[in-house]
Antibody, heavy 129, light 110 residues
Framework: HVQLQESGPGLVKPLETLSLTCSVS??????????WGWIRQSPGKGLEWIGYIYFIGTTSYNPSLTSRVSISVDTSSNQFSLRLSSVTAADTARYYCARVVGHYSNYGRPHSYYYIDVWGKGTTVTVSS | SALTQPASVSATRGQAVTISCTGTESDIGSYKFVSWYQQYPGKAPKLIVFDVTNRPSGVSSRFSGTKSGKTASLTISGVQPEDEALYYCSSYSSSFEVGLFGGGTQLTVL
């Protein structure tokens, strides 16, 4: 079954850019039935969507983060990545990558999210000088 | 915007417990894409219900989902100590492409 593994620095300085990569095994990021997403969870808080990407490169982002976030996909290495710029202490969280079940359409709204069926174990990122 | 869940619920071992998740006509009220996740401390969430009522393979039949109007519910029948966890609902939204999460409900088994 599909497995996801996050990787990246556990400590980022304020105002710098957080970068994480998710490696996908026993599955393909080129799947036409899935998106590939990032969700975070601040200490003691609930789940927060960051965004997700379809294999062709189209993205959907949380409106509250859209000015700072970028998600990309590399089909050749079967990975997808997150970049979050100008981080502050409020971005300290556990970051999860995930496989998202949804629907892509060439007409109207391109992305429809249904549910998350596979989660990575998560990686903790602390923003501190 | 987030879906509304009670912060905590409790149940005696063997009883049934229901966790509610309230949204709007833009999400739960109009669409069948409600999902529920179980999360233990320090672990990643796990999908336990999708499309309102469906369970992934391997999830106990003690977990069941329903929806009425703008409120979805997760019922755990015959609660066991291992069910003590955080539970999150999520839904498709016509307003937000990334969808919505609830704030989470902590289930305590007495």
């Amino acid at each position: 079954h599909v497995q996801l593994q996050e990787s990246g620095p556990g400590l980022v300085k304020p105002l710098e850019t957080l970068s994480l990569t998710c490696s996908v095994s026993d599955g393909s990021v080129s799947s036409t039935n899935h998106f590939w997403g990032w969700i975070r969870q601040s200490p003691g808080k609930g789940l927060e969507w960051i965004g997700y990407i379809y294999f062709i490169g189209t993205t959907s982002y949380n409106p509250s983060l859209t000015s700072r976030v970028s998600i990309s996909v590399d089909t050749s290495s079967n990975q997808f990545s997150l970049r979050l710029s100008s981080v502050t202490a409020a971005d300290t969280a556990r970051y999860y990558c995930a496989r998202v079940v949804g629907h892509y359409s060439n007409y109207g709204r391109p992305h429809s999210y249904y549910y998350i069926d596979v989660w990575g174990k998560g990686t903790t990122v602390t923003v501190s000088s | 915007s987030a879906l509304t869940q009670p912060a905590s619920v409790s149940a005696t071992r063997g009883q049934a417990v229901t966790i509610s998740c309230t949204g709007t006509e833009s999400d739960i009220g109009s669409y069948k894409f409600v999902s529920w996740y179980q999360q233990y401390p320090g672990k990643a969430p796990k999908l336990i219900v999708f499309d309102v009522t469906n369970r992934p393979s391997g999830v106990s039949s003690r977990f069941s989902g329903t929806k009425s109007g703008k409120t979805a519910s997760l019922t755990i029948s015959g609660v066991q100590p291992e069910d003590e966890a955080l539970y999150y609902c999520s839904s498709y939204s016509s307003s937000f492409e990334v969808g919505l999460f609830g704030g989470g409900t902590q289930l305590t088994v007495l």
